[in-house]
């Protein structure tokens, strides 16, 4: 085990003590390609142990994430994030600086490569999905599958870090670090620049890839998580090309057993032992043990230097020890269960920047010495059925309701659902929170559901389809669901789910609250995609369900909500 000198701190003559740490350290990722390139590759991932001597003060290096492909430049890879002298995690590499069509980029850790491009001008291109830290990114083929980053680096051990400190990318009830950004693919209709590139963008890998695109720009790798940025599309109508995102910056994680001993990043306990969550580039300080700056119990309870917040990922009560005013929230409820159209995400409501439906923040809150509020985080919607007792299909059930004090955020809408002989009250859309998407039956269509004012946008709409499945994208808190796509030669692929918003409320820039994704329709002639999901989702994050055509569950469930409590130290 490596030993962590430091640089001896000013706390005076004090006897030296050592404290054993374990630490996560991950490297920033890379950005993705411009016009049908590939996904960024995803930071490397370096986890260990170590001790650090009492009185010592060790450097934190943040990695920042590498800027995307744009008109004038190739996309950069990610840079390095350092722990004192002995831990690095390396940035992820660039894709392919051959555009279009590049090759998704290598991950900073575990050999890991990129997925290769298909460009068989004129038959549509695609660029390759970058590679994570736990798996190599997919190939662009002749059969259009989506060009998807690869997964992420998870374990026992990095679970644990992820849930104590809210960090990462949870998904199945694992987290996971650095995935790879997606690759982009071509679109528009067929003429002298070419043909489009059937399937989807590539989404992001498992570990905060960011997704690549069919339609505009790809989309960036999720902060402090050191995932690829995803890649930008091709449009053949016109001859346009969109830039590449930014790769996602890395994060440091340190813990230690009993209580605070050190200080620097962000501060919590968990299970024993307390962590320190670096996202910016800062100093890992150990010396006498600090007091905690709480005014108030309940939640998994975090602070820095300015700052207490309390983190609720399930039902719980906060009680305050002393009056406290300004004080910051964000409430999101429930997210929808998928039908065939994608299920809406929950409602998003904060006083801590940009608020639902875009809207301006809403206003802080005070709270009373002694007073006990009930927090509720709402659970995500049923998944829809296949059969709700009287033979027909039923929808994806809405989520429930989270709320704090005067504050209450409505669950997201469940996605529609049809077949040939579908009962009419299942297809629509449900409305909540931010709508969910509706489906349709081989001879009508139906509507998404709507949102709540304040909270999030509507679900995407489906028209009449030749085939079982198809619907339209789940509204997300930030932008509206996607119609169920119709394309040349009768092609229905799923609607998007509609963006959630980014909050860094936990000290954490990520998103909330976004839309699952419709499914694509499938037919003895054809089948076709689903639509691309909406950012926000997996885990506490209010995002609604994705439905599937070709997956188990082929509609599942929305995401439960979350609730964070803020105020000054």
Request: proline fraction near 3%; aromatic fraction near 8%.
């Amino acid at each position: 085990m490596a030993r962590l000198l430091g640089t001896a701190a000013s706390h005076g003559a004090q006897a030296r003590q050592n404290i054993a740490i374990d630490y996560l350290v991950v490297g920033g990722g890379a950005g993705g390609q411009r016009n049908v390139g590939g996904g960024g590759g995803a930071g490397g991932v370096v986890y260990g142990s170590s001790t650090v001597e009492y009185d010592t003060s060790h450097s934190i290096t943040i990695g920042s994430g590498g800027a995307g492909g744009i008109s004038s430049s190739f996309a950069a890879g990610g840079s390095a994030t350092l722990f004192g002298s002995i831990q690095t995690a390396n940035g992820g590499g660039a894709p392919n600086n051959v555009a279009p069509g590049g090759t998704g980029g290598s991950s900073g850790s575990g050999g890991y490569v990129g997925g290769g491009p298909y460009y068989p001008d004129p038959n549509g291109m695609a660029g390759g999905g970058g590679a994570g830290a736990g798996g190599n990114g997919v190939s662009a083929s002749s059969s259009y599958n989506p060009p998807n980053g690869g997964i992420g680096a998870t374990s026992a051990n990095i679970n644990t870090f992820g849930a104590a400190t809210v960090t990462g990318h949870l998904s199945g009830g694992n987290y996971y670090y650095a995935g790879g950004g997606g690759g982009g693919v071509s679109n528009g209709a067929s003429g002298s620049w070419g043909n489009n590139y059937t399937g989807p963008g590539g989404t992001g890998g498992l570990g905060g890839g960011g997704n690549g695109s069919k339609t505009s720009n790809g989309n960036p790798g999720w902060a402090n998580t050191g995932g690829g940025g995803g890649a930008g599309t091709w449009d053949y109508s016109n001859g346009s090309a969109w830039f590449g995102a930014h790769g996602g910056s890395g994060v440091v994680i340190i813990r230690y057993a009993g209580s605070q001993k050190a200080m620097g990043g962000k501060v919590t306990s968990s299970g024993g032992y307390t962590y320190h969550v670096f996202t910016a580039s800062d100093n890992f300080q150990v010396g006498p043990s600090v007091a905690s700056k709480a005014k108030a119990t309940g939640g998994t309870i975090f602070q820095d230097a300015n700052s207490v917040w309390h983190v609720f990922n399930a039902t719980g009560t906060f009680t305050p020890n002393q009056n406290i005013s300004n004080v910051d929230f964000l409430v999101v409820a429930g997210g929808g269960g998928a039908g065939y159209g994608g299920g809406g995400a929950g409602g998003f409501r904060t006083s801590y920047g940009t608020s639902g439906q875009n809207s301006s923040a809403e206003s802080k809150l005070s709270v009373t010495s002694g007073t006990n509020y009930t927090i509720t985080v709402g659970g995500g919607g049923a998944a829809g059925t296949s059969n709700r007792g009287d033979g027909y299909r039923g929808a994806g059930g809405n989520g429930t309701d989270s709320t704090f004090s005067t504050v209450t955020s409505t669950g997201g809408g469940g996605g529609g659902i049809g077949n040939d002989n579908p009962a009419a009250d299942q297809r629509a859309g449900r409305s909540g929170g931010s709508g969910g998407g509706g489906s349709a039956s081989w001879t009508d269509g139906a509507s998404g559901g709507s949102g709540t004012n304040g909270q999030g946008f509507g679900g995407g709409n489906a028209s009449a389809v030749y085939g079982y499945g198809g619907g339209g994208g789940g509204g997300g808190a930030g932008a509206a669901g996607g119609a169920l796509a119709t394309g040349s030669g009768g092609s229905y692929r799923g609607g998007d789910g509609g963006n959630g918003i980014q909050s860094s409320i936990s000290g954490v820039n990520r998103y909330y609250a976004g839309g699952g994704c419709g499914s694509g329709t499938i037919s003895s002639v054809s089948s076709y995609p689903s639509g691309t999901p909406g950012l926000g989702q997996g885990g506490n994050t209010g995002g609604g369900g994705n439905s599937n055509w070709y997956t188990t569950p082929q509609y599942p469930a929305g995401d439960s909500g979350i609730v964070i409590i803020r105020y000054a130290a």
